[in-house]
């Protein structure tokens, strides 16, 4: 990975204009779905997390969204409205509460995912799985900030 070494600032630039690019076309495939739901890219976030962390609870979200609690709480109560989300009281202690996607949560973040799915899958698709495997350590090093 020395060669590396040879990328300067603009490389770098491009990159990073490549990652917001990519970001902004996969969200804005979505648009549509969010707009029929009066929701935004904040509640797609939040559902994603949801789903993928069943029962996560309210300062985990916090924690993984990087948000105030006032960001989060208008998001899960417009949820609540669409009947997408609950909760349920932590057994041990219930100042906890965790949040589970109902079934409308469930179809809505199908729906989403669907969206979504086409433009990742084609690109996965047509990359060799070096390109794959390489793409997703990289990936996650920008996010984990550990190198």
Same mark, same amino acid.
């Given at each position: 990975?020395? !060669?590396?070494?040879?990328?300067?600032?603009?490389?770098?630039?491009?990159?990073?204009?490549?990652?917001?690019?990519?970001?902004?076309?996969? %969200?804005?495939? %979505? !648009?549509?779905?969010?707009?029929?739901?009066?929701?935004?890219?904040?509640? /797609? &976030?939040?559902?994603?997390?949801?789903?993928?962390? @069943?029962?996560?609870?309210? +300062?985990?979200?916090?924690? &993984?969204?990087? %948000?105030?609690?006032?960001?989060?709480? @208008? %998001?899960?109560?417009?949820? #609540?409205?669409?009947?997408?989300?609950?909760?349920?009281? /932590?057994? =041990?202690?219930?100042?906890?509460?965790?949040?589970?996607?109902?079934?409308?949560? #469930? /179809?809505?973040? /199908?729906? #989403?995912? +669907?969206?979504?799915? &086409?433009?990742?899958?084609?690109?996965?698709?047509? +990359?060799?799985?070096?390109?794959?495997?390489?793409?997703?350590?990289?990936? !996650?090093?920008?996010?984990?900030? =550990?190198?």
């Amino acid at each position: 990975m020395k !060669k590396l070494l040879y990328l300067k600032d603009e490389e770098l630039k491009q990159y990073i204009e490549k990652i917001f690019m990519g970001y902004r076309e996969t %969200v804005s495939d %979505v !648009k549509k779905v969010l707009e029929k739901h009066s929701i935004g890219v904040a509640h /797609n &976030k939040a559902i994603h997390l949801i789903s993928l962390y @069943r029962g996560i609870t309210i +300062s985990e979200l916090l924690k &993984k969204l990087k %948000v105030t609690k006032q960001s989060l709480n @208008r %998001v899960l109560k417009d949820l #609540i409205k669409l009947n997408a989300i609950m909760y349920k009281k /932590n057994e =041990k202690d219930t100042r906890i509460k965790h949040v589970f996607l109902t079934e409308n949560g #469930i /179809n809505l973040f /199908n729906e #989403i995912f +669907s969206t979504q799915k &086409k433009r990742i899958y084609k690109a996965f698709v047509n +990359s060799k799985s070096s390109e794959v495997l390489s793409f997703d350590k990289v990936l !996650k090093k920008i996010i984990n900030g =550990k190198f």
